[in-house]
């Protein structure tokens, strides 16, 4: 069964009333909950969504022993269960509380009623939020339930009394709010994650963990601990650790069906040590003191114009670029190691090997917890997540490594009101150091390495406007942005496919250091530009294990 959860936020065009039924005198109070504060009851807000329902898609509705859809989703009196959960809407900021005194009309004498004087408490300015909680089963999901319930939901123009006298009229807001969470690596062993490989014999891990690597830990214990599979190779190919959805019996019982089924969509980002994340590469540092901070070659508006620090005297202020990871605007430091050296055992002299001796530098200290990564990961939700109680997470993980146990942050709201605000900022300012008003500008930093194809790339000099225009489409920036400005460090990029036996080798493919900034220059104003891009997770290839994800960067205060 599928559960969505959606954010609803209710912003009242005129003073709002849902009375209590309780009178203090002649003043008749609005409902509130338990913190005092007033609400929209869960209650008031499912009939409401209910006769909308009904209404909308004309469903055939009788008062007993009724079967119709929305007796299906809304539950009915013959007990069938409500697969919709409402919750009582809060406000989500200050609210004016006011006082409408009115009284009641002799409709025969046209003329006031005795006794009829009465008062009533109004909430204006403001606007009430929470969350809806609907679960389908698939015979729900083939008849779009899901598409006509939003619609019911959006359909909402008035709620509580006074209707007809003006009082009651909202807008209403319904966003689906993915299962999108912050999550924390807490390693209780020491962790080495393989980057490059080296010529020699020294193995050191790399500062931050790919999420081709947490979702290969995750396969890894899906197929572990499969009731349906009884070895580590899939039945269907020749890969070990493949996840697939076998839709047997012992799969209906298995506790983690919805991760199975779901595998595919699942996106995971890049982990970084906590609190840290790469520092954009368009941000240089003072070469005498790192306390000065960071100074953004953007801010300098030419190619000629030299990036200074200034907070050291002239002919002393040089900047320098740095690429590694930053904490709280600084360079971050906090990675201790372990150098541990190890040899290979001959099986048949019970000796150790000739010529095999290696050094291992796994990390053993991040932050003052001990080993902590931080990432997101989407597709999963709350109730699975916390069913996962260990992954072991890249090299020598059957001797002891990377044991860690997982646990949550907040859920990752979607913050395009932000990102909007963040971009106009960003435009203005660089609009003006570079005296040009024709265009809008974004710049996107990315947050890992972009990884990319090119077919047929043209040999000997490449002229820069043509090599933006490759790399532009290389990675799929969508029509209506050209590439103005690139930060970026690239380098090629191969593998072998850990999931067949022989390690075969991957295609090489091309790697945009995590760090990169891409200025865009649109003709779209910043509201369609934001709007389009938002669309995308990320760019490039691979975007699913965290690669090519970005953030919208902004100028730092120096």
Partial sequence: MKKVTYKIEISLK???IVSSGETDSIVRSMIIGIDGRPIIPATTLKGIVRSNYIYLHHCQHKIYKCNCEACMLFGSQNNRSSL????DLKPSEEYYVGIRTQTAIDRYRRAVHLNSLFSQKTIENTTFCGEISIYLPPELEKQNV????EQAVKFIEMIGSGKSRGLG????????????WKVYLNFKSPVLVGGRKSA???IEGINYIPGSVVRAALAKFIVLNCKAQNDVYSESSEKRFWVEFKNKEACQRCEFINICKNFKEIKISFFYPKGTKPNPLCDMICKNNEDHGFYSELLCGSEDKETKCSKCPEGNNRV????????NGKPYSGIERMYMGKTAINHFTKTALKGSLFTLAP???????????EGVIEGISEEDLEKIKELRIGKYTSSGFGIACLSFGDRKENEEDKLREKAKQFSEKYKEIIKNDNSNFIALYFVSDILFKVDNLPAGYIPTEEYLEIFKNAIGIPEGFDIHKIFSQINLFRGVDTSKSDFTPKQIMYSAQAGTVLVLKTQKTIDEAVKELVKFKGFGEKVEDGYGWFEFYEFKNN
Avoid at 84 to 87: A, C, G, L, Q, T
Avoid at 146 to 149: A, I, M
Avoid at 320 to 327: D, P, T
Avoid at 363 to 373: L, N
């Fill in 169 to 180: 009229h909202v807008k209403v807001c319904i966003e689906e709010v993915g299962n999108r």
């Fill in 84 to 87: 919709v959960f409402f919750e």
């Fill in 146 to 149: 899901k598409e006509k319930f």
């Fill in 363 to 373: 990390i053993v200290k991040t932050c003052a917890e001990g080993v902590v990564f």
């Fill in 14 to 16: 005129s003073p709002l």
């Fill in 200 to 202: 020699t014999n020294f």
């Fill in 320 to 327: 320098e670029k740095y690429a590694g990871l930053v904490s």
